[in-house]
């Protein structure tokens, strides 16, 4: 290995290994987890029934342990049950949607992409369901002096970790909404985040409500997703 950078940190390596599984074995628990996940859908119709704080402490570190570009977990997120808090959030988003809606913000080819879904500015759902979850991206550190710290592919990073959020939640029974009520600075606001961070997706979590209905949708199938070139 080369000598490292100056001022750079020796790296420190540690063994690591994973249990080789039977390819049998593999394919059961690809199969059961495929299928579990095929069965999320993105829910805007919770109930109030409270969920325990804990599950969403282990929704978030599970994101938490996504890779990151060098490492810099670009990531912070604001767990909210505060029914003033969540209001507060619900007309500031309402306020941005209906400006989006029906204000004229919105381009009719978006419009028309978001038809099928039935969606409107109407978010009643940000103060029913127990938390909403804010994902924020750092856009970039600080050193201790205070001095700027770059991140790299911060974007991609939280993307990510909130990709393991969402299957943490569905793995525990729960619903959640990727939300992107924009423009997202109200968030920022709201929660009293350093002009560092950037709203990257508001995440309501609970239990669907019990005449919870969503829309009827087709995914893609393996060969319009995927090239497979084989030796
Ligand atoms: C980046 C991103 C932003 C989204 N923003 C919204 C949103 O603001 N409001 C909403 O109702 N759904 C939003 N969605 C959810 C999509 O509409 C939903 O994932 C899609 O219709 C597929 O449905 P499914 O998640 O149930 O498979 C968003 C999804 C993604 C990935």
Known sequence: MSEPAPGTREPRLVPYARPRLEASEALTRAREFR???????????????????????????????????????????????????????????????????????????????????????????LEIAPWLVVAFEQVHGSFPDGTVKKHYYARESVGIACGLFITAIHRMGLVTLTHTPSPMGFLARILERPRSERPFLLLPVGYPATDCTVPDLARKSLDEVALFLEG
């Open 35 to 125: 299928a579990d996940m095929a069965a999320r859908r993105s829910v805007r119709m919770f109930s109030a029934d409270p969920v325990p704080r804990e599950l969403i402490e282990l929704a978030i570190m599970t994101a938490a342990s996504a890779p990151s570009g060098a490492h810099q977990q670009p990531w912070t997120f604001v767990a909210v049950s505060d029914p003033d808090v969540k209001h507060r959030i619900r007309v500031a988003a309402e306020e941005e949607e209906r400006r989006n809606y029906e204000g004229g913000r919105m381009p009719a080819e978006w419009r028309a992409a978001l038809a099928p879904l039935g969606t409107d500015w109407q978010k009643p759902f």
